[in-house]
């Protein structure tokens, strides 16, 4: 009989997941606070952004494997079929990252799409191919992370989150001497990223050995292609959405009056602001993974509540208070110029808890209940509004771009969420009437 949820529960669960998502966000935060001591901070924080955006964008469908691994791994079988089907839908944006780091397709898409200048475009075209490197890292951790989500032990992905902060740092103070600019916070993501997979993997190989070998009469047998295609591309589209909200930001403020100084400072917010709000994102996994029937959605939707009041009074705090200075001025080491721009878009930051709690937590509802077609969709709408909102700056060139970004980003949060609790909320009418409401 499965164990009722409970905030106690939800709490066990998701906290080690919150020590996991910040330190992969710290990640970024510290790659920034490296190469913003380079002699140029603003081109090597711009190439580093749009190289770090765009291939992000392109693979992030490796997102919805641990989503699949949470779904379908049910057997030792299992795992061939899952891991040929993550392997194909890995391969196409691969190639696509390999054509742009070395033909002129990145030119275009950094200096054209983008609007950087030419030295920023030389560092992204090589950070994007030192930052392909991680396709097969990670396609291992997903699977890895979600074998561990589905035994509910996510205390092990703190250990290796924790390997993978400690690698990255060592990274950052050894490359410099054989690498420079934006390829430098590159080469040290996939380094750390590659250790930490390696700790998950130990992990997870015992997990692994305790599931059955295959199917036992009656139950569940291996996904099909097609079942895995049918269940996942939503998913794949919805992923994708993130990293798309953030290329369609920063493709308009490339067009505006100081492209750099925008895509430097928007740089800076989306990885101070992910920083702070991104535990959000694991709403998704403790919905699907945790929520089995509808009375479980109580305690699920309560605990959502207690983040957001907690990550948005922290937010407030630190871009509300002298705490401000310390962070990006000391801790960050950021110019008075890129400070001053950065300041005005963080202090709406906490905002952002609200708008990423209801999104995540619909979708993993959603996930779990196997009903993912209605995330196409809202993945499309986010980018979409995001895209609309951050179109001003060709209106309105001497506005804040950073403001702009975050505003656009919120907003393309806000609509999904309301798009899918009425999906929500068909879907459970539908069942209550006896009907499929798939």
Request: with cysteine.
């Amino acid at each position: 009989m499965t164990e009722n949820v409970t905030l106690r529960i939800a709490y066990r669960f998701f906290v080690p997941l919150i020590f996991m998502t910040e330190l992969n966000m710290i990640s970024k935060s510290v790659i920034n606070a490296a190469l913003a001591r380079s002699p140029d901070q603003n081109v090597t924080l711009a190439a580093f952004h749009v190289a770090f955006t765009l291939y992000f964008a392109l693979s992030s469908s490796t997102e919805v494997c641990a989503v699949l691994t949470l779904a379908f791994l049910k057997t030792r079988r299992a795992l061939g079929r899952l891991a040929r089907f993550m392997v194909l839908i890995v391969a196409v944006p691969w190639m696509l990252a390999q054509a742009i780091s070395f033909t002129a397709l990145g030119d275009w898409a950094f200096g054209g799409l983008f609007g950087a200048s030419d030295a920023v475009v030389a560092q992204a075209k090589s950070a994007t191919f030192l930052l392909s490197l991680s396709a097969p890292v990670l396609i291992t951790r997903s699977i890895c992370f979600g074998l561990i989500l589905m035994h509910h032990r996510t205390i092990f992905i703190t250990y290796a989150t924790l390997v993978r902060l400690a690698s990255l740092g060592g990274s950052l103070v050894l490359l410099p001497k054989f690498l420079a600019g934006a390829a430098v916070g590159a080469a040290a993501l996939v380094i750390c990223m590659t250790l930490e997979t390696a700790v998950a993997l130990a992990f997870a190989q015992g997990i692994f050995r305790k599931l059955p070998i295959d199917t036992e009469p009656g139950s569940e047998a291996p996904p099909s292609f097609r079942q895995q295609w049918r269940f996942s591309w939503p998913l794949m589209m919805n992923t994708s959405a993130e990293m798309g909200v953030v290329t369609a930001i920063s493709i308009f403020l490339g067009l505006s009056a100081q492209p750099d100084l925008a895509l430097a400072a928007f740089s800076i917010v989306y990885g101070l602001v992910s920083l702070l709000m991104s535990p959000m994102r694991n709403l998704v996994a403790t919905a699907q993974t945790l929520v089995k029937t509808i009375a479980d959605r109580r305690p699920i939707f309560i605990f959502a509540l207690h983040l957001i009041g907690f990550f948005g009074l922290l937010g407030f705090i630190l871009f509300h208070s002298p705490l401000e200075d310390l962070l990006l001025a000391d801790a960050m080491g950021l110019q008075a110029e890129l400070r001053n721009y950065c300041l005005p878009a963080l202090k709406l930051a906490f905002l952002m808890s609200v708008a990423w709690a209801y999104s995540a937590l619909f979708r993993g509802l959603l996930a779990g209940a196997r009903n993912t077609t209605m995330l196409a969709a809202t993945g499309v709408t986010r980018i979409g509004v995001a895209a609309l909102i951050s179109s001003t700056s060709l209106l309105f060139v001497t506005a804040n771009g950073a403001v702009i970004g975050i505003v656009g980003w919120m907003a393309g949060y806000g609509a999904e969420a309301g798009l899918l609790a009425l999906r929500l909320r068909r879907l459970d009418a539908g069942r209550a009437g006896g009907k499929d409401g798939a």
